[in-house]
């Protein structure tokens, strides 16, 4: 719901109507997560198809007593987790603090006087004074005798400069390039442009290089490999089974059976494979 106080000659809302737009929901607070988390981190790493296998035939090994092949073949993965979560943890940190660093700064007419405040502070129909230089908060419309010049090529790649006066709408992601005025904010939070695009561009994205995808699929080949000869020797079992009734189920006999065929695949491949999540990327 709108609220219905105007600002009056361009002296800006006054505290009590800051607080009414902000108690129904009109500021431009968004919640602004700027990378994953450390537990989305720690999951995507650890919980894998790959590593979930591998996981699995240690705790068979341990089970066995082969505490030396438990640690060969799960070692190799516990490493490799490890490095890719430090990378990605140090990434997330020096994207984190490079968001703030870069983040603006809005200089809005509150009562009548200029107030510099962080852009989620802004509520619907504040009145923000925009100089050469600076960046637009929010989606607005030019109000008053200024004239300005504006760069949207973020927004819509048009390298030409918009000259912008009274009555033309200006976007939040644009800049100033010339010129002084003063506009009205309209859309606010994820109802603004550049939010509802910067929502799909910082979308966390894993991104593979060719060689890595092809180690990935290689390894995939070997494992059914395997869980095919692994079904083959079970059918064998237990057909033997049935046809020799004396002979004793020996359920330590086709543990050890089955973590020699699944070892056949080479525990570097794996190393290699893993090593591929370390390079996804995240776009701020």
Same mark, same amino acid.
């Given at each position: 719901m709108m609220i219905a106080s105007q600002p009056v000659a361009h002296q800006g809302l006054s505290e009590q109507d800051v607080l009414e737009r902000r108690a129904s929901g009109q500021s431009n607070a968004i919640d602004r997560q700027l990378s994953r988390s450390y537990t989305q981190i720690l999951r995507e790493n650890v919980f894998t198809f790959i590593h979930n296998v591998m996981f699995l035939l240690g705790v068979a090994l341990i089970v066995l007593g082969r505490w030396s092949d438990a640690l060969v073949t799960v070692g190799v993965i516990l490493f490799n987790v490890v490095v890719s979560v430090?990378?990605?943890?140090?990434?997330?940190?020096?994207? $984190?603090? #490079?968001? #703030?660093l870069n983040r603006p700064t809005a200089t809005v007419m509150r009562e009548g006087r200029e107030q510099t405040m $962080?852009?989620?502070?802004?509520?619907? @129909? &504040? #009145?923000? %004074?925009?100089?050469?230089g600076d960046q637009i908060a =929010? &989606?607005?419309? +030019?109000?008053? &005798?200024?004239? +300005? &010049?504006? @760069?949207e090529s973020l927004l819509t790649g048009e390298s030409e400069l918009i000259p912008k006066q009274a009555g033309d709408p200006v976007y939040s992601g644009s800049f100033c390039v010339n010129g002084k005025a003063l506009y009205q904010a309209q859309n606010?939070?994820?109802k603004s442009v550049a939010a509802s695009m910067s929502s799909g561009a910082r979308a966390f994205r894993r991104v593979l290089t060719p060689l890595q995808q092809q180690i990935n699929m290689i390894i995939r080949i070997l494992l059914l490999v395997a869980l095919y000869f692994l079904l083959m020797f079970s059918i064998v079992t237990l057909a033997d089974l049935l046809t020799e009734a004396d002979e004793a189920f020996d359920l330590v006999q086709i543990v050890k =059976?089955?973590?020699? %065929?699944v070892g056949l695949v080479p525990s570097g491949v794996f190393a290699d494979g893993v090593s591929g999540y370390s390079h996804a990327v995240h776009v701020a």
């Amino acid at each position: 719901m709108m609220i219905a106080s105007q600002p009056v000659a361009h002296q800006g809302l006054s505290e009590q109507d800051v607080l009414e737009r902000r108690a129904s929901g009109q500021s431009n607070a968004i919640d602004r997560q700027l990378s994953r988390s450390y537990t989305q981190i720690l999951r995507e790493n650890v919980f894998t198809f790959i590593h979930n296998v591998m996981f699995l035939l240690g705790v068979a090994l341990i089970v066995l007593g082969r505490w030396s092949d438990a640690l060969v073949t799960v070692g190799v993965i516990l490493f490799n987790v490890v490095v890719s979560v430090v990378q990605e943890i140090r990434a997330k940190q020096m994207l $984190d603090r #490079l968001a #703030l660093l870069n983040r603006p700064t809005a200089t809005v007419m509150r009562e009548g006087r200029e107030q510099t405040m $962080d852009p989620g502070e802004i509520v619907v @129909d &504040d #009145l923000l %004074i925009v100089h050469a230089g600076d960046q637009i908060a =929010v &989606d607005g419309e +030019i109000v008053g &005798d200024g004239r +300005i &010049d504006v @760069d949207e090529s973020l927004l819509t790649g048009e390298s030409e400069l918009i000259p912008k006066q009274a009555g033309d709408p200006v976007y939040s992601g644009s800049f100033c390039v010339n010129g002084k005025a003063l506009y009205q904010a309209q859309n606010v939070g994820q109802k603004s442009v550049a939010a509802s695009m910067s929502s799909g561009a910082r979308a966390f994205r894993r991104v593979l290089t060719p060689l890595q995808q092809q180690i990935n699929m290689i390894i995939r080949i070997l494992l059914l490999v395997a869980l095919y000869f692994l079904l083959m020797f079970s059918i064998v079992t237990l057909a033997d089974l049935l046809t020799e009734a004396d002979e004793a189920f020996d359920l330590v006999q086709i543990v050890k =059976v089955s973590v020699v %065929i699944v070892g056949l695949v080479p525990s570097g491949v794996f190393a290699d494979g893993v090593s591929g999540y370390s390079h996804a990327v995240h776009v701020a």
